[in-house]
């Protein structure tokens, strides 16, 4: 009976137990892997294991104090970047959003089409115009040219603004219309309505917008690559992955301890936003 | 209090617009001088949009949309334009400037008519901190001269030098501080460097080292410099004036007896650059293989991390399982990491000296007596290794929209299948699969776009490599097109194609489009939004 039991709780249960944790392994290994050999006191790649024998903070020490590797530079760089790209994303996002959910004009839908259909279009796939573009803005404005984090801001907000605008006019759309047209009865005019009602209201989504931009420009390698030469200007991504290319082995402790510092806050804030990100992702499409 | 507030607006309305407007008339000129044609009618577009649009109270809706459009149209509806530009011309390493850029730099460019030679003196070589060298020419009482040594690219740039008396005590040199002086010996080991440099003494004179003296004082010489090219605007020739040769234009490039002369110049060339990819072989050999990965790639990313994806999203499908909370967000990890850590870090594990996965495996090869497999030196291993990581990185978004659309299949449908005395396989392959394919087949086609374009994960992981033997260009086995087109303008050691780079551009633009269309088609997406509209 007992027996009997068991294997009867194999066929329901136990067998998907088994493959969960073979891909659980799967998943996991190469980030426990990292995270441990972050803090491990072997010196190198060869001898690195799972489980490490000594506890250190020497590679995250060496990483603020080798005057080669500015790692904390760049990491201050890229939130710099990604934020200001991102807050003044969500905003004219959320203006252009406001029109096309409330206002009524020729040429609405028109507009609308070519932003999906623009959007179709990842903007790094015209790296190589944005980069010649940019050379010659070097020549008339320095200040925004090639090499500057103004250009790049530039170009990250012209990137998924289309995208943006139409997520936030698709949650507009579900506010009720009855709210603004009291307020307009009020006497309220169009800049109340937005500031008052409709932006409060739409809070919500904005966040999510504004958390899925902050990750994506955080993670995005082509266009940093290609704007940013100066090493004091790079960001994480151009950073770690441009300095550690000759010896894996021995940066490897290096390599963990900046890859845990870059992925974490990234890690902690999307499983956070997770539900929402990839309602937001089902939409259109920038990660995954 | 409204009308003050009313007031207020409009002036600091007017205020910005005119700020915006100081700067466009700024750029205008600047943009005239350096010949950005794209640039200035960028600018003067949105110039005249802003000021329409904010001047006139006729366009309300537009206040709204347009510095969200402006960005728009600038960074991305341009470049593609100009995209389209750059690929019918020869812009590229030795091609960068314009004609009359060009011309400046040649005319720049000077020589030394071996008749003028003459006068010699005293020379001291220094080095200051930097390692920039600096010469004293001691002429006579009167021209102690003393300056930075230039290469012939600075010497329109750098100031002349000065008459520094103070350098010789009772005729006897001194070193100023802060400088080294050059040995003898030194001075032979460096022959190479200085005799490329010059002291600049005035707009036609210079001094150059001449001899070299390992005891005491070297020897210097005066030469003059006079320009080397001359434009003929009249007849559009250059004139080279220390062979008194005509150089002709030839395409993109004056030619001095028979030699191409650098710089050269950017030209339209209408269809060269899509005639080479097609059809010079070394490059549409590449391409081919290119393409036709590329289509693999993504269409692989998306079959295995669906099927993994799928996999588990069925098995803790199931009422009663334990754990299920713990499993869901063990999955979900792969997807919350930033892709370039991800590669980074995949890269060590795969490393074949020293990595992981070659020292876990190392039991296997021993077993089947092979050699350990060097991950990402070779075509097969390093497109198997992509392949692996990807899935690694794409099987949680599957995860998450199948489970997503699993919850949302009725219940009652499947019952009513086991009723009818379907086993549970029967009513997994007849009933939910088409039912989550209907929802789920156009993120299917998402993430099949995303991947065709997923530069990261390429260049960071393997870096386009290993590299195919015998093609003009840079590109490896596990290159897709964007990271080819990246490798041909920007890193991939043969110079910038900007011009080629673009065409292949323009590819991926065509087949992005067909992908689109296809999906378009298929999940009548566009009714949908235009319906939502």
Known sequence: ?288 | MIYLSMALSKISRYVLLAIFNALIVYTIPLALTFESWFFLSLTLVIGILVNVVYFTDRFQPMKWILPGMIFMISFVVFPAIYNTFVSFTNWSTGHILTKAQAISVLEDRVFTPDDQKGLEFEMYILQDQDLKFYYVANLDSDNILFGRAVSDDEIFSTSYATHEPSLFINGEFSIPDGFYQLSGKEQIANSTTLQELSLVIDQNTRAQLYKISVFGASTGRLTSTSQLYTYDELNDVLINNATNSVCPVIKDNFECDGNEIEPGWRVYVGGENYRKLFSSQRIRGPLNIVTKWTFQFALLSVIFSFAVGLLLSVILNKDGLKFQRIYRSVFILPYAIPAFVSALVWKGLLNPDYGVINSWLGPLYEILDVEPVKWLKTKESARSAVLLVNTWLGFPYMFLITTGALQSIPKELIEAAKVDGATGLQSFWRITFPLLMVSISPLLIGSFAFNFNNFTLIFLLSGGGPPIVGSEVSVGWTDILISFTYKLAISGGRGNLFGLASSVTIIIFALVLIISAISFRYTKRLERIYGNI
Do not use: C
């Open chain 1, 1 to 288: 009976m007992e027996t009997f039991k068991f294997f009867n709780w194999v066929k329901e249960y136990g067998w998907r137990h088994f493959v969960a944790l073979i891909f659980v392994t799967f998943a996991i290994y190469p980030i426990l892997f990292v995270v441990t050999n972050s803090v491990a006191d072997f010196a190198n790649l060869t001898n690195s294991k799972l489980i490490p024998e000594g506890f250190t903070l020497k590679h995250f020490k060496l990483l603020s104090s080798d005057p080669l590797v500015p790692y904390f530079k760049w990491l201050y760089n890229t939130y710099k970047v990604a934020l200001i790209a991102a807050i003044f994303n969500v905003f004219l996002g959320t203006l252009a959003a406001y029109a096309f959910s409330r206002l009524q004009f020729k040429g609405r839908r028109a507009s609308l089409l070519t932003l999906v259909i623009v959007q179709m279009f990842p903007s790094f796939l015209a790296f190589v115009a944005i980069y010649l573009l940019f050379f010659q803005i070097s020549d008339i404005a320095p200040f925004m040219g090639l090499g500057t984090h103004f250009g790049l801001i530039l170009v990250y907000l012209g990137g998924s603004i289309g995208f943006n605008s139409w997520l936030i006019k698709g949650f507009m759309d579900t506010i009720s219309p009855s709210l603004d047209e009291a307020a307009k009865v009020d006497g309220a005019t169009e800049y109340q309505i937005f500031r008052r009602i409709i932006a409060p209201l739409s809070r919500p989504i904005l966040v999510v917008i504004f958390v899925i931009t902050f990750i994506g420009i955080y993670s995005d390698f082509i266009l940093a690559a290609i704007f940013l030469k100066d090493k004091n200007l790079w960001t994480v991504a151009v950073g770690i992955n441009t300095v550690f290319i000759d010896d894996f082995n021995a940066d490897w402790g290096v390599i963990a301890a900046s890859s845990v510092i870059a992925a974490t806050p990234i890690a902690v804030l999307f499983i956070f936003f997770q539900k929402q990100i990839t309602g937001g992702l089902t939409a259109g499409s920038v990660k995954g």
